[in-house]
């Protein structure tokens, strides 16, 4: 499964339509907190679940988005942050999550 077509919708959403005919759409505010990068895994890891992430304008704007290998895209993000590699498998479990039920196992 992959992607054949990702844009960003309204500058707060991407969209990413699959090769199965699914499409997807998932906050660029959320797409940044759950940042799949060491950094932010240990950063999470270390908050109690009453943490409130607060994100600035530049952290949820996206700068550029590339293709990694043929697995994944990775973001560079407006406050410069670009070492989170999203997997395809990682977009699509994000985009079905609502609410908090999430852990980033993977
Ligand atoms: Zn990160």
């Given at each position: 499964m992959k992607p054949v077509q990702i844009k960003i919708v309204g500058?707060?959403?991407?969209?990413i339509k699959w090769d199965d005919r699914n499409e997807s759409?998932?906050?660029l505010d959320k797409l940044r907190r759950f940042c799949p990068?060491?950094?932010c895994l240990a950063?999470?890891?270390k908050q109690s679940k009453s943490y409130i992430?607060?994100?600035s304008m530049n952290q949820v704007k996206i700068l550029n988005i590339s293709q990694v290998g043929n697995y994944?895209?990775?973001?560079?993000?407006k406050d410069g942050h670009n070492t989170g590699i999203y997997e395809?498998?990682?977009l699509k479990k994000l985009a079905g999550l609502t609410g908090e039920a999430f852990s980033a196992d993977s």
């Open positions: 500058k707060e959403k991407l969209f759409e998932i906050t990068c060491a950094t950063e999470r890891e992430q607060i994100l994944a895209i990775g973001i560079s993000w395809f498998t990682f």
